[in-house]
């Protein structure tokens, strides 16, 4: 194991891992060492991070406690002490370990999804987000007369109770309630966690498990380069809605695409088809 570098020595990439990663302990202190080392605008950067760090987590517990308590149901929306999009933040790191690739909805595209998928699923009926955690939140806003279930990775959701369904694409046919949901879903959102043929193709078949037959409706959406495969995988077709994110993050063009003709989200006529 390398040395720890003396306060008079230069940090470098071999000498102090510390420094190169900025990676802290568990109890969210500064090592004695790196305070002798790094620069005072440095440190206090690293306060400040961690100050946010600690913030948000209290956050997340409370908005946990609020679900646990039931408070959202005697609320009014404008009233709330937490918004969940502003609590539960992206995770989009994904070149470190245990990162996932998220990026949330701005509020005029989970708006337009929403109403989409309200106004054409049927009362009483079931609707399905795969990987689209801020639709579901959406969803649950507005409070609609459906079933909603959340199939998603990242487990901070599972404050939503029943509602949240722990889900893998690397194993999309395993999950809870599966021979209870197979075949039973009216409206299916679907927004693959990575751009890669293989992700797309294993969240298919999940959608594929739960579709209601000869009457599912299917909203995929993902970047435009994807637009073939998944009229391929699912029929569904290219329409000129753009879903766009918070802070615009997300450079790649992005496309919502639906196996069924909307009164609002248009067709892309210009989409070819091989």
Partial sequence: MADKPSPTQEPTDDNFPLYRTARIHDNDEIPAYAREILSSQTLSALEEFLKERKQAEENLERLREQKESGVDDVLEKRDRRLDELDVIGEDWQVGREGGLSQ??????????????????????????????????????????????????????????????IHYDYNNPQEFRDKLFLRGTVDYIVVDPPFLSVECLAQTMLTVDLLKKENGC??????????????????????????????????????RCHLNYESEKLHW???QTFY
């Fill in 103 to 164: 990026f949330w909805y701005d509020e005029n595209t989970i708006n337009t999804i929403v109403e989409e998928v309200i106004d054409n699923t049927p009362s009483g009926g079931r609707i399905a987000c795969i990987s689209t955690p801020t639709v579901f939140i959406g969803l649950k806003r507005k409070c609609p007369s459906q079933s909603l279930y959340l199939f998603e990775y990242d487990t901070r959701f599972s404050m939503y109770g029943t509602d949240f």
């Fill in 217 to 254: 409706k299917i909203m995929v959406c993902t970047g435009a380069t994807m637009s073939d495969i998944v009229y391929r995988l699912s029929q569904a077709r290219r329409t000129v809605f753009e879903p766009r994110h918070r802070g615009n993050r997300l450079k790649n063009e992005f």
């Fill in 268 to 270: 892309d006529e210009s």
